[in-house]
């Protein structure tokens, strides 16, 4: 970009978990200990565990890897703005809490694809949003096994690309997003090259060998729509198949050659001509790697890092939030808020008090519904009450967020504060009648 656009770093990870349950540490796979944090982790996972019982529990609450990572996320004040979960695909997006106002236009989508027969165990889920106006899309996707599908995978690739449908108008497709990010275990195979071949060059660290042999490089000779994607020199060891709890590749009966399954890749459609020319948006891959520390599947990880370039379509929130006065349990308190730019208001709107912290939309200490929907737009404030009762005791940080009902998203999000400890001590319950 011609003109120096702010940066923002985007962590992206995609893992085959073989059904296993999460390690302990994942310090490493996100580098929480990079002297730089990412303002966004995209975090898709294959072979999550569904089995009957495990799958209906997740339904209804996280999954012990969503949990996980909301868990060591929030904590770094990263929130998780979505999620989709397809049986063993699941797909997780995390943002720093100060962006949270500016991602808007979130959907999700999935689709099946399972071409051999087996319900839904392959296929693709996507998430979509508008970052600070700029619309981006990431596909994790489980693509057929085996070496001789490779027309089959790119097959469902197109079939996935073609059948996802988001509401509205702006980009009803995937292709239509001004830039894509496609990960997940792709499952393509290194042809031709016998396993010794394949062995001695990962020996040798001559990776570069083996490349116009993987499958994936190949078709893209071919297939247009592939062309169209970028990715990462596969300067990195292939990361499957492996013996569990070990890096020793497969030494079974089966003995797999080892593959480079687990991709990262990108599209940035090429600007539209003016008067949309400088929408300012870039994207540019600082890391493209495996991460053998982890042995806990026959997949390792793989991680991505990207500079995303681009310019701030929309700076201000659509509303700005404060908590008035002291907050405590043992008086209502009084949230302010205003109208910052017109947007579609709603009686079914909320205002969330969080804890700082907090790992979701959903992990609200309490809530208040906005009942004025006749919101003037002339800078006006509005004032909202919290009765005592829904104030929390224990006290501590928090911060408000505001909740567009027809938008979906939080669209304004309080300065922190401190919620005082109820000096009265814990509220005992009112005597019952009649005892």
């Not at 994936?216 to 990361?239: S, V």
């Amino acid at each position: 970009l011609s003109r120096r656009q702010p940066t923002l770093l985007l962590h992206m990870v995609t893992w085959n978990v073989a059904t296993v349950d999460p390690p302990d540490d994942v310090s490493l796979l996100l580098h929480l200990n990079s002297p730089k944090s990412p303002d966004l982790y995209v975090i898709g996972l294959q072979e999550v565990y569904s089995g009957p019982l495990r799958f209906l529990s997740d339904t209804v609450f996280d999954d012990p890897w969503s949990h996980m990572f909301m868990s060591t996320l929030a904590p770094r004040k990263y929130v998780k703005v979505s999620s989709i979960r397809m049986q063993g695909l699941l797909l997780l997006f995390f943002s720093k809490m100060e962006h949270v106002p500016f991602i808007r236009d979130i959907q999700a989508q999935y689709t099946r694809t399972g071409i051999f027969g087996y319900w839904g165990n392959k296929g693709g889920v996507s998430i979509r949003l508008s970052f600070y106006g700029h619309l981006l899309c990431f596909l994790n996707c489980h693509l057929a096994a085996h070496m001789k599908y490779a027309t089959e995978r790119v097959d469902e690739f197109e079939y996935i690309m073609d059948t996802q449908i988001f509401d509205g108008k702006k980009a009803p497709r995937i292709a239509d997003h001004r830039l894509v990010f496609w990960f997940g275990d792709l499952n393509f195979r290194i042809q031709d090259h016998g396993m010794h071949f394949v062995r001695s060059c990962i020996n040798n660290q001559t990776y570069n060998l083996l490349w116009s042999k993987d499958q994936l490089t190949m078709m893209k000779k071919k297939e247009q729509r592939l062309q169209e994607f970028e990715e990462g020199p596969l300067d990195f060891q292939p990361t499957y198949k492996f013996d569990l709890n070990s890096d020793t590749y497969d030494s079974s009966g089966k003995k797999r050659k080892p593959a480079w399954t687990d991709r990262i890749l990108w599209r940035l459609r090429p600007k539209a001509p003016p008067p949309d020319e400088q929408d300012g948006l870039d994207a540019k891959k600082d890391l493209y790697t495996s991460n053998m520390e982890y042995c806990v599947s026959d997949h390792k990880p793989v991680m991505g890092v990207f500079t995303l370039e681009l310019r701030k379509m929309n700076r201000t929130p659509l509303v700005r939030l404060q908590a008035e006065g002291d907050w405590s349990a043992d008086i209502d308190a009084m949230v302010l808020y205003s109208p910052l730019q017109p947007f579609p208001s709603s009686t079914w709107d909320w205002i969330g008090l969080y804890k700082v912290g907090f790992t979701s939309v959903s992990d609200y200490i309490t809530y208040t519904w906005v009942k004025d929907d006749e919101v003037a737009f002339n800078e006006e404030i509005i004032q909202v009450y919290v009765g005592k009762e829904e104030i929390p005791v224990r006290g501590g940080e928090c911060v408000l967020c505001y909740y567009s009902n027809t938008l979906q998203c939080i669209i304004g999000i309080s300065e922190p504060f401190k919620v005082n400890m109820d000096q009265f001590g814990p509220r005992l319950p009112e005597p019952q009648q009649g005892f």
